[in-house]
T-cell receptor, first 112, second 111 residues
Framework: DGGITQSPKYLFRKEGQNVTLSCEQN?????MYWYRQDPGQGLRLIYY???????QKGDIAEGYSVSREKKESFPLTVTSAQKNPTAFYLC???????????FGSGTRLTVV | GQQVMQIPQYQHVQEGEDFTTYCNSS?????IQWYKQRPGGHPVFLIQ?????EVKKQKRLTFQFGEAKKNSSLHITATQTTDVGTYFC???????????FGTGTRLKVLA
């Protein structure tokens, strides 16, 4: 079945460490996105990519980095510069920019 | 910047009662999407509205897009326990390429 796979489901990070969240899709979608969700709040856009080897900053890109070397993959690195990284991270894809998003099951990141 | 507000933030209803959530944008939208997120889960795409005044139905769910394309609503008739979750709207402002998600309405259905 086609879909988006995010791993790991839970991730614990020590302060000062960088961590990378994986996002893989087999839907043949061009556009991919990373969102952050804090408890009881909406989704805020971190980064998005419309084609391979190209990506743009979203509304809260500071302290994060991404790459898009393959159409299927859009990993997110949470760097030590991100001051409050504890959150639920959601990866999404869409066939094109203005179509409905398919979301992965998310990664819960906790700083310990 | 563009803002998308949803009301109410929370809603508790008895099973069988109706439920409505409203989405209001500070700017005119090209289109609007609705998503449902079950507790502990991820958002699932429900529908997209594009035309002014558009109304779409999915079984017990009715979606409307305002005439001015600045607001939208989701109405659920005769709620069931399976309707529990948070409903988000996501608006695409005219001339932009980024969807802005609303704050969501958390629905709890009491059996």
């Amino acid at each position: 079945d086609g879909g988006i796979t995010q791993s790991p489901k839970y991730l614990f990070r020590k302060e000062g460490q960088n961590v990378t969240l994986s996002c893989e899709q087999n839907l043949n979608h061009d556009a991919m996105y990373w969102y952050r969700q804090d408890p009881g709040q909406g989704l805020r856009l971190i980064y998005y990519s419309q084609i391979v080897n190209d990506f743009q900053k979203g509304d809260i890109a500071e302290g994060y980095s991404v790459s898009r070397e393959k159409k299927e993959s859009f990993p997110l690195t949470v760097t030590s510069a991100q001051k409050n990284p504890t959150a639920f991270y959601l990866c999404a894809s869409s066939i094109q920019e203005f179509y409905g998003y398919t979301f992965g099951s998310g990664t819960r990141l906790t700083v310990v | 910047g563009q803002q998308v507000m949803q009301i109410p933030q929370y809603q508790h209803v008895q099973e069988g009662e109706d439920f409505t959530t409203y989405c209001n944008s500070s700017t005119t939208l090209s289109n609007i999407q609705w998503y449902k997120q079950r507790p502990g889960g991820h958002p699932v795409f429900l529908i997209q509205l594009v035309k002014s005044g558009e109304v779409k139905k999915q079984k017990r769910l009715t979606f409307q897009f305002g005439e001015a394309k600045k607001n939208s609503s989701l109405h659920i008739t005769a709620t069931q326990t399976t309707d529990v979750g948070t409903y988000f709207c996501a608006g695409l402002a005219s001339g932009t390429y980024k969807y802005i998600f609303g704050t969501g309405t958390r629905l709890k259905v009491l059996a």
